[in-house]
């Protein structure tokens, strides 16, 4: 046989050995992805290493640069849902007691050896300030427009009632203060951004802006709209003089 027939023979097994691979991946992507629909959970224990990975950091960005593009600013009370190990925790801390401001970070995480491997991180990266609650995201206890800006990356889609983890965030942020909600498309929860956006619309949302990629990784921004006057409010005598 002709020396170029078995490099092209061999070259036809290595092609089809790699559309194999990439078939199984994408069989075995569809499958995860599915699950995570149909029985939305949080991030197993085991995977939590990968959350501060630097093969992450290169692939999502850094996460000075998330905090920034989420409109994190000096000053303001923050909560994070679902910080897991705090990938984004200590950015966040730093960037509200900025320019010498008193600005509040409070982190709400559901399971709580995701809490211990937080704090070891905090402790590590010498953040003091920072408030931790274990709680569920659909059923937060604050009272009503406690902060300025809620921030939740990559979690929305393991928490089974997505609508009413918006609605609570808006019923916790101040008048005119922000969601923002980063995505990440290797997630298997992963949401694209019209998807964000009928959760945050429905929740009373507006002025939807986005930045990143929509099929890689985005942030997404929505804010909570300034007072209604409330009619009852204004005296009777007012209304009707
Ligand atoms: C994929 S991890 C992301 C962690 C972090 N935001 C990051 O991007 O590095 C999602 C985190 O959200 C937490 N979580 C899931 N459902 C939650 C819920 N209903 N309430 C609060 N935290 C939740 C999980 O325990 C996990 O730590």
Redesign the pocket.
């Known amino acids: 046989m002709y020396p170029s027939k078995i490099l092209w023979r061999w070259l036809g097994a290595v092609g089809a050995s790699l559309a194999g691979l990439a078939g199984l991946f994408i069989i075995c992507q569809i499958i995860l992805r599915l699950r995570s629909k149909l029985h939305p959970r949080?991030?197993p224990l085991r995977l939590a290493g990968v959350?501060r990975s630097s093969t992450r950091r290169r692939l999502l960005g850094s996460p000075e640069k998330i905090v920034e593009r989420a409109g994190v600013a000096p000053g303001m009370h923050v909560l994070e849902?679902?910080?897991?190990?705090g990938?984004?925790t200590p950015a966040l801390a730093r960037c509200v007691a900025g320019q010498g401001k008193q600005g509040r970070v409070t982190c709400?995480?559901?399971?709580p050896e995701?809490i211990d491997m937080l704090r070891q991180h905090l402790n590590e990266e010498g953040i003091e300030h920072v408030e931790i609650v274990q709680?569920?995201?659909?059923k937060l206890s604050f009272s009503d427009e406690s902060f300025d800006l809620i921030f939740l990356?990559?979690?929305v889609g393991?928490?089974p009632d997505t609508q009413a983890c918006f609605t609570t965030c808006a019923r916790l942020l101040k008048p005119g203060g922000t969601l923002a909600v980063t995505e990440y498309v290797i997630?298997n929860d992963f949401l694209l951004p019209g998807a964000i956006t009928r959760f945050a619309v429905k929740a009373g949302f507006q002025d939807a802006a986005y930045s990143g990629v929509p099929w890689w990784t985005y942030t997404a921004r929505y804010r909570k709209p300034n007072a209604v006057p409330n009619i009852a409010c204004v005296s009777s005598s007012r209304l009707y003089p």
Do not use: K, N, S
Not at 81 to 85: A, D, S, V
Not at 108 to 111: G, M, R
């Open positions: 949080p991030m959350l849902i679902g910080p897991g190990t990938y984004f709400v995480e559901i399971q995701m709680g569920d995201a659909q990356a990559t979690v393991e928490v997630d």
